[in-house]
């Protein structure tokens, strides 16, 4: 699937280009003004500059014609960014009307967990939608404010402790829309990637399906070793494996992590190398992340890699 521009000028959603819309509706607006006020102002300079022996220019003062327009001027400007914005915030986002959101993000210091309530599928970092169909996401935080922002699809929305936002979107063509985390929230806020997998209704169906499948756990060889690691070493009080007895929600769901094309909200590629060094040692791809280095050997590292790569 090709990576579409990522852009606020380059709109894939009647949400984005509404918003397109606004913003150049009121940098119009602002270029008349700025156009209006430099050439008074340039106009004013050159004519009435100072010269010696020369009268003062014509004092206007308490001139009721010119006070009365510019107090209409600006209030009709007022009213018409008012209108403009106000129209789009409706538009972009109108009241939920009882519509359950199909899609809950969380935000979380420094990933994404999203969740399909209608299936129970749970992934991260990478979130799939159908193509030309309305999605209603929730936007929460699992700690402090984040803010979700994938330009291309709609509004950045603010995701705040105990107050769910919603973000109303309708990719316009299938590919891959990126996006980031908006709002400053600690060391790793510029390495909280979002991946949004735009595909044909029939393949987000079977995509869908695909989560629900439970993995079968391996039991020997490397598979099996990693697996009896990754239950025993406390990977699993962060992490769940569905059908194992691994339950933990601190971190990312790696039922299905084999399936994400990138490893820690989009800082690396998915395969067993990166995967290998990741566990090893997270804190190098990124800084300060809650993961923790487990003093793992290269072998170990490499068995739970092995491991996860097959959970597909
Ligand atoms: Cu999360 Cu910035």
Known sequence: MIVQDTSVFAPDSPQARAIERLFYFDLAIAAVIFAAVAGLVIAAVVRFRYRPGAPLPRQDEGNPKLETAWTIIPALILTALFIGTWR?????????????????????????????PH???????????????????????ADVIHDFWVPDLGAKVDAIPNHP????????????????????????????????????????????????????????????????????????????????????????????????????????TNGLTNLTAWIHNPDRFKPGIYMPNLHLTESEAHAIAVYLEGLR
């Not at 299936?119 to 209603?136: D, F, I, K, M």
Request: glycine fraction near 10%; include cysteine.
């Open 165 to 268: 936002n919603y973000l109303w979107t309708k990719p316009s063509q299938t590919g891959i829309f990126l996006g980031t985390c908006a709002e400053f929230c600690g060391n790793e806020h510029a390495l909280m990637g979002i991946r949004v997998i735009v595909q044909e209704p029939a393949a987000f169906s079977a995509w869908i399906q695909s989560q629900l499948v439970v993995p079968a756990t391996p039991t020997n060889g490397v598979a099996g070793a990693g697996a009896k690691l990754f239950l025993t070493r406390t990977c699993e009080n962060c992490h769940t494996i569905a059908g194992t007895a691994a339950k933990g929600t601190f971190g990312p769901n790696l039922t299905h992590l084999a399936d994400r094309e990138t490893i820690g909200a989009g800082v690396i």
């Open 88 to 116: 789009t915030m409706v538009f972009v986002n109108p009241p939920l009307h009882g519509r359950k959101p199909g899609m809950v993000v969380t935000a979380h210091q420094w990933w994404w967990e999203f969740r399909y």
């Open 119 to 141: 299936s129970g599928v749970v992934t991260a970092n990478e979130l799939h939608l159908p193509v030309r169909v309305t999605s209603l996401l929730e936007v929460r935080t």
